[in-house]
């Protein structure tokens, strides 16, 4: 009786693979032949692809808008300068006058006097062309904060207004030098490629013109 038992649950062991195979086996069966009936009814398997577009698209609407944020500062220089004059005179004391200008320069560049084909765009690469650094305003000293600072004898408004030209040239030579235009390069660099990134391109480059 033992010995029965034993050849029974030998037996249900070495069974127990051979229906699992059996299973796969109609498994497989049953996969054909639905495949087979879809071909035969003219029904198509859906096949998924994902394609990664690594091509960013810029407009020329959007190019416009960034031409028409126009004049772009990256740079300012407050100088103020104590200027003044002599005239002499043979009889008397000589006529002075001397005042005080202020004002602040401002360097940065000119969107609008971008060049056609001044942004190239490949894939997630852009390459902008930018014109050069310049000086924003020939009026930069606040006329409303000059000090007359001593004045004696007799000035025309010819001779204020020469003064004023001369402070303006002597406060462009001071702020207007090449490590500020460097800056304000490097300040324009960046502040670009910070634009040029939130439309989604990685590598950016900024070329200067004249």
Known sequence: MANEQKDSWLTRQLLRPLWLIAFIAACVVVAALCARDCVNSG?????????????????????????????????????EELVDTTRRRLLGSDDQLARIYRGTLRLGIDLSKCSEGWLVASGDSVSLTVPGVQLLSEHFIDEARVVAFYESGSWSARDKDALYHRAARIMKARSLTSENYARAEANATEQLTALMRSFGFRTVVVKFGE
């Open 43 to 79: 029904e198509k398997f859906v096949e998924l692809t994902i394609d990664e577009n690594k091509s960013i698209d810029i407009t020329p609407q959007q190019i416009r808008s960034i031409e028409r944020i126009g004049q772009w500062e990256f740079l300012s220089i407050a100088d």
